[in-house]
């Protein structure tokens, strides 16, 4: 994906930006009562009863307007709900939600409507034409309005809950992690072994990589005639100090800042071509359900599931081999035993002292190693061992240990 078509979708999630064209189209659509005015017959306006649209207006405005602002506190109160109840990396994912800007887009837009309609009616510009075109273009602003209050309703009840965010969090994983099962190198190829040394390129910035134009990158390597070698992917903290890219041949100044433009790094991690982060994410709320302020055991064997929801993924079996566009990027595929950890070694740290995770980690890993992965096994063992000697040192009664260690028994 190119840098620019990446920026367009992250512009394209912010709330503002659907809220201001929702509220451009309101204002068009009650412009436009003035454009097709001449197309009318004025004597429609008697039949229909167009002479009313004020009021309806009125009625518009005033109410749009308290809903919007309803409608923005439930949304922030949600938002700090998710964060304490799970983790802040949820209110991300809520902030983004299509339904829930819709309809706070819908609302601003319908307000905006409505005061763009009083305003022209009270000048005088309508007409008798012009008001049936404003009375069927509020019908259809009421049915939209209508329509978006019913699913916004459905919307609240659910929105912001520990469930709704373990969901967002295994969606938004699950799309990275399939995105990654489908090309595991994002596009390059496989880069084995140490990279060249001929040169190396480094970030001038501190943070986290969110996102690689590896188009840019294969670009960059056909002029200048050699290789790029991607050393930090996305969700790799970087500085000056460490490299980013390692090349085949010695970039002048353009090219070292052509590489680095290919880089967003920025100071938080996304959800989009790092896989790993969705899986911290849920681990992150497996561990605060298992923390003594909350205590919650069945939260945090809800996140397991999906855990290995998301893990199966990269079992799915291939029909082919994953297409390679840019042949002159290398870039590492994932560790697989950095991707358990990440996902296992929280929880079982702060599940040690319960049995029942204990237990449920146990099976889930059991579940992730008979997968058919050729790596799973292995990352499934070492977790398992993990776990189990950390809910030895936790655990108070022997017999629960001996039933722990009966469950691991079966990984071998």
């Known amino acids: 994906m190119s840098r620019l078509r990446w920026l367009i979708i992250e512009l394209g999630r912010r709330l503002w930006v659907r809220a201001t064209l929702f509220a451009v189209a309101g204002i068009l659509t009650a412009v436009a009562g003035i454009a097709l005015a001449p197309l009318i017959p004025a004597d429609w306006s008697g039949r229909i009863g167009a002479a009313s649209i004020g009021n309806v207006l009125q009625i518009l405005a005033s109410s749009m307007l308290a809903v919007a602002t309803f409608s923005l506190a439930t949304m922030v109160s949600a938002y700090a709900a998710a ?44 007409g008798d034409s012009g008001r049936v075109v404003l009375f069927v273009a509020t019908l259809g602003v009421i049915g939209l309005i209508v329509f978006t209050l019913l699913r916004w309703i459905d919307l609240l009840s659910r929105f912001g809950r520990v469930g709704d965010a373990i969901d967002r969090v295994e969606a938004a994983a699950a799309h990275a992690m ?67 890219v390692w090349m085949s041949f010695v970039p002048d100044e353009g090219i070292q800042e052509a590489v680095r433009d290919a880089f967003n790094v920025t100071q938080w991690r996304s959800f989009d071509q790092d896989p790993r982060f969705g899986v911290v994410v849920l681990s992150e709320i497996a561990s605060k359900a298992l923390s003594p302020a909350v205590n919650d055991p069945g939260t945090a064997i809800a996140t397991l599931a999906a855990l290995v929801r998301v893990l199966a993924i990269l079992t799915e079996a291939r029909e082919e081999e994953s297409e390679i566009f840019y042949p002159h990027v290398f870039v590492p595929a994932l560790v697989i035993e950095e991707l358990f950890n990440d996902a296992f070694s929280p929880i079982s740290e702060c599940g040690a002292a319960t049995l029942a995770v204990g237990i449920r980690l146990q099976k889930t890993l059991l579940s992730l190693s008979r997968l058919g992965h050729p790596t799973f096994r292995a990352a499934a063992r070492q977790q398992s061992q993990l776990a189990l000697g950390r809910a030895r040192h936790r655990l108070p009664l022997a017999e629960d240990v001996a039933c722990l260690e009966s469950v691991a028994a079966e990984l071998g």
């Not at 209110?91 to 309609?117: C, P, R, W, Y």
Request: hydrophobic share 45%; net charge neutral; glycine share 10%.
């Open 83 to 126: 964060s304490s109840a799970t983790t802040p990396r949820v209110a991300e994912l809520l902030i983004q939600d299509s339904s829930a800007q819709n309809a706070l887009a819908t609302f601003v837009g319908s307000f905006l409507f409505s005061l763009v309609g009083i305003i022209a009616l009270n000048a005088g510009v309508y």
């Open 178 to 244: 399939r995105a990654r099962w489908k090309h595991p190198c994002i596009g390059g190829r496989m880069r084995v072994g140490a990279p060249p040394s001929t040169a190396s390129v480094s970030s001038v910035k501190i943070g986290y990589v969110q996102h690689i134009d590896v188009e840019a990158l294969e670009r960059i390597a056909c002029m200048g005639g050699g290789e790029i070698h991607v050393d930090a992917l996305p969700g790799s903290f970087v500085d000056s100090t460490r490299p980013i």
